[in-house]
C-alpha cells in the first residue's frame, strides 16, 4: 500500500490587505447577503463574480420550502453570469454570509455542489478562478477551485 498527501494552498489575510478590486468584490458579495431570500434558514449568503471585463455580478442564496430545490448564492451568481455574459471568462469570486444580524464571523465556503461548478467554470475556460472567502475577521483566499476540491472529477474523466 502506499499513500497520497494532499495539500491546500489557502492564503489568509485582512480586508485592509486586500486589493481595491477584491475589496469591491467583497463589498458586492455583501451587499447581494441583504437581498437573498433565506426565510427557513435565517442564513443569507451573497456572492460576487467579476468577470474579465471588469464586470461584477452578484448573486444570493435562493432558500425553498422543499429544501433540495433552493440554490446556494455561488451557483446563483455563476449561472447567471453564464447565462448573461457567456463569453466572459470568470476571474474571481468573493463569498459572504449574513446570520443574526450580522456578517459571520467564520469564514464562509462554497459547499461541495458549488466546488464542482466552480472547478466546471475553469475548465470551460481554462483559467483558475480566485475564491475569495469573507468574514468579519479576515478572508481566506485560493487561487482555484482545485485547491478546495482535490481529486475532482472532471471533463478530463469523460475523455479516458
Known amino acids: ?16 490587505e486586500c486589493s481595491e478590486v477584491e475589496k469591491k468584490l467583497i463589498d458586492a458579495a455583501k451587499n447581494a447577503t441583504q437581498k437573498a431570500y433565506a ?3 435565517q442564513f443569507r449568503v451573497g456572492a460576487a463574480v467579476l468577470l474579465e471585463n471588469g464586470e461584477v455580478i ?35 469570486i468573493a463569498i459572504a454570509a449574513w446570520h443574526n444580524g450580522q456578517f459571520t464571523r467564520d469564514v464562509i465556503t462554497p459547499c461541495g455542489a458549488c466546488r464542482q461548478v466552480l472547478l466546471e467554470v475553469e475548465n470551460r ?16 483566499a485560493t487561487s482555484s477551485a482545485r485547491e478546495l476540491l482535490p481529486l475532482s472529477f472532471g471533463d478530463e474523466m469523460l475523455k479516458k
Open 125 to 140: 475556460f481554462h483559467s483558475s478562478v480566485k475564491i475569495l472567502m469573507s468574514s468579519e475577521d479576515g478572508i481566506y
Open 39 to 41: 426565510p427557513y434558514s
Open 1 to 16: 500500500m502506499r499513500e497520497i498527501n494532499l495539500t491546500t494552498k489557502i492564503a489568509v489575510y485582512l480586508l485592509e
Open 58 to 92: 452578484a448573486g444570493n442564496n435562493q432558500e425553498n420550502a422543499a429544501y433540495p430545490s433552493g440554490l446556494c448564492a455561488e451557483r446563483t451568481a455563476l449561472f447567471f453570469a453564464n447565462a448573461s455574459r457567456p463569453d466572459q471568462k470568470v476571474v474571481a
